[in-house]
């Protein structure tokens, strides 16, 4: 079961595109690397997922190298309503993916 | 609304009394999971259900808990003579097969 690594905590400004980077060093082949965000006192929410390259959406963008043992999700022009806890979550089946504590992204005016 | 719905949201109980949380999945999809979050920590698997069928279950699962999905639609989990250790916040989410997890807003239990 591949585990990941991601930054604690981070700070940045409204406007600013915020690049949040998950270390997964054990991928497997057929893994896919999934995003939440979740606010306090409630529950996560589904940003992105993806297996190879990139992916975007209307909310994120999501990068990730040929060696696939890390990406980058990267939100841009964030605003006060995007401070929460982002996950990284690597694997097949929901059951099995491991969730850490997240990042805690604040954003300030 | 068409997403994953729990009940209560909030639920204060005494130690030792038994309490039981509702979930309704998405309607279409078969697969439905419990997690259990504490405070500053991700969410931890308990159990999941594909239709009625309870696949797997977490060592976390004590003899205390159970859980049900008679039709393969709702679920409930129950846990047996609370403790203060099982305050959390419980949440259920579903999924298709094993297409990206959905999940509700959370059951808050205190165990005072």
């Known amino acids: 079961l591949a585990k990941t690594t991601q930054p604690i905590s981070m700070d940045s400004y409204e406007g600013q595109e915020v690049n949040i980077t998950c270390s997964h060093n054990n991928i497997a082949t057929n893994d896919y690397i999934t995003w939440y965000q979740q606010f306090p006192s409630q529950g996560p929410r589904f940003i992105i997922q993806g297996y190879k390259t990139k992916v975007t959406n209307e909310v994120a963008s999501l990068f990730i190298p040929a060696d696939r043992k890390s990406s980058t999700l990267s939100l841009p022009r964030v605003s006060l309503s995007d401070t929460a806890v982002y996950y990284c979550?690597?694997?097949?089946?929901?059951?099995?993916?491991?969730w850490g504590a997240g990042t805690k992204l604040i954003i300030k005016p | 609304d068409t997403g994953v719905s729990q009940d209560p949201r909030h639920k204060i109980t005494k130690r030792g009394q038994n309490v039981t949380f509702r979930c309704d999945p998405i309607s279409e999809h078969n697969r439905l999971y419990w997690y259990r979050q504490t405070l500053g920590q991700g969410p931890e698997f308990l159990t999941y259900f594909q239709n009625e069928a309870q696949l797997e279950k977490s060592r976390l699962l004590s003899d205390r808990f159970s859980a049900e999905r008679p039709k393969g639609s709702f679920s409930t989990l129950e846990i047996q003579r609370t403790e203060q250790g099982d305050s959390a916040m419980y949440l259920c989410?579903?999924?298709?097969?094993?297409?990206?997890?959905?999940f509700g807003q959370g059951t808050r239990l205190t165990v005072v």
């Open positions: 979550l690597v694997g097949v089946s929901n059951y099995q993916l491991i």
């Open positions: 989410a579903s999924s298709l097969a094993d297409r990206v997890a959905f």
